[in-house]
Structures are given as structure tokens and as C-alpha cells.
T-cell receptor
Framework: EAGVVQSPRYKIIEKKQPVAFWCNPI?????LYWYRQNLGQGPELLIR????????DSQLPKDRFSAERLKGVDSTLKIQPAELGDSAVYLC????????????????FGPGTRLTVL | KNQVEQNPQSLIILEGKNCTLQ??????????LRWYKQDTGRGPVSLTI???SENTKSNGRYTATLDADTKQSSLHITASQLSDSASYIC???????????WGAGTKLIIKP
């Protein structure tokens, strides 16, 4: 079974330019997450989707960040315009419903997109 | 404020040796505690997940412990291998299971 797929793996842009990241979650996973991870830190949640609905976007800087998951499968995260402080790794994760007998939902992560803003 | 603290920040040990990583948390309400391994340039991969009632769980050479009274957890690695070089992140789930409080991680380097 394929894992979470993200592209591109690396992106270098100049400040004020737009950038977009793409994520394909594990087949059948209804919940999709976008995280940002700064060097030496744990991931910070940006947005969580249940199918095509953004159910938690409280940490998404909405002045410059946007996300969509139109058909409840793939998702894109966009930054426009990018700032120097946006340099980080952007991780996508997904999970399905918890297996019978468990009370937790394990998240599966993609490899991330490393963004460098010059 | 919900927080997860890990120590040490970094650790270097020789191949074949054992080590223990520590995690302290102040998270309420508590649902479960997870340890993730993150290789350089990769996404985190789950090692163990423990609920309130579990105080130890193993995954191969990795053994996690949980003391819910003192709000501490540890990850013990036995007979370390070069491939264990990675960041190990302690994560506590708030009751919804979707809100995860992440530690900053311990960067472990195994030297031959």
C-alpha cells in the first residue's frame, strides 16, 4: 500500500513569490492534515480536513496561506506571497477511522516539502 | 498551557549501547502518548502509542514507559544500531485524538 505522497520534495523561491504544495493521502483516509515543521521543532498543525471540509484551520495564517481539498482526496496548500519566515518543512498526514478495539487514530506522514525562501 | 518537554535535546552514543530518552508533559485532558521516530528528510513514523492505563509498550528494540501520575514517559532503546540515528519526538494527544501536542524532539546520533 502506498503511503502519503507529497510533491515537490524541495522548493526554493524568492520572497514575495507564490508557492504551492500537493498531497495525496493514503487511499481511504478521510482525515488529512497539513503541518509546518521548523528546524529542531515538532510539527505545528496548520489545517485539518474531514473529507472536503476544513474542520480546524485556527492555526492557518489566512492572510497568506490557503488550502483546498476539493474532492475529499488530494489537497493543496498555497502561500502567497511567501516571506522569509515561511522557510520550513511542510508535512502532510492522513488517518482513517480507528480500528475496532482502539481508541486512537494513528496519523501517517508524508516525507514533507522543504521550502526555502530567499 | 498544554506542553510537552523532552530531554536531552541531543545525545550521542556508541553503536551497541543502550539509551533512554525522557518526556514530561502537562496536557489535559490526556488521551494517549505517542513516540515518533523522524529520520532526516522524512516524515515522523509512529513507534508506540500508549493510553492512560498502559504503563509500558514495546516495539522491537524500543520500549516506552508511561507514568500517568507523574506525567512522565521514557523511550528506551536497546542495543542501538546506526539506523537508530534520528529525532525521537514525544507527542501527547488531547481527548479529541486529533489535537496533538508535540515535543521538540531528541536528536540521537549513533556512532560506530
Amino acid at each position: 500500500e502506498a503511503g502519503v505522497v507529497q510533491s515537490p520534495r524541495y522548493k526554493i523561491i524568492e520572497k514575495k513569490q507564490p508557492v504551492a504544495f500537493w498531497c495525496n493521502p493514503i487511499s481511504g483516509h478521510n482525515t488529512l492534515y497539513w503541518y509546518r515543521q521548523n528546524l529542531g521543532q515538532g510539527p505545528e498543525l496548520l489545517i485539518r480536513y474531514e473529507n472536503e471540509e476544513a474542520v480546524d484551520d485556527s492555526q492557518l495564517p489566512k492572510d497568506r496561506f490557503s488550502a483546498e481539498r476539493l474532492k475529499g482526496v488530494d489537497s493543496t496548500l498555497k502561500i502567497q506571497p511567501a516571506e522569509l519566515g515561511d522557510s520550513a518543512v511542510y508535512l502532510c498526514a492522513s488517518n482513517g477511522k480507528g480500528e475496532a478495539g482502539t481508541i486512537y487514530n494513528e496519523q501517517f506522514f508524508g516525507p514533507g516539502t522543504r521550502l526555502t525562501v530567499l | 498551557k498544554n506542553q510537552v518537554e523532552q530531554n536531552p535535546q541531543s545525545l550521542i552514543i556508541l553503536e551497541g549501547k543502550n539509551c533512554t530518552l525522557q518526556c514530561n508533559y502537562t496536557v489535559s485532558p490526556f488521551s494517549n502518548l505517542r513516540w515518533y521516530k523522524q529520520d532526516t528528510g522524512r516524515g515522523p513514523v509512529s513507534l508506540t502509542i500508549m493510553t492512560f492505563s498502559e504503563n509500558t509498550k514495546s516495539n522491537g528494540r524500543y520500549t516506552a514507559t508511561l507514568d500517568a501520575d507523574t506525567k512522565q514517559s521514557s523511550l528506551h532503546i536497546t542495543a542501538s544500531q546506526l539506523s537508530d540515528s534520528a529525532s525521537y519526538i514525544c507527542v501527547v494527544s488531547v481527548d479529541s485524538n486529533y489535537q496533538l501536542i508535540w515535543g521538540a524532539g531528541t536528536k540521537l546520533i549513533i556512532k560506530p
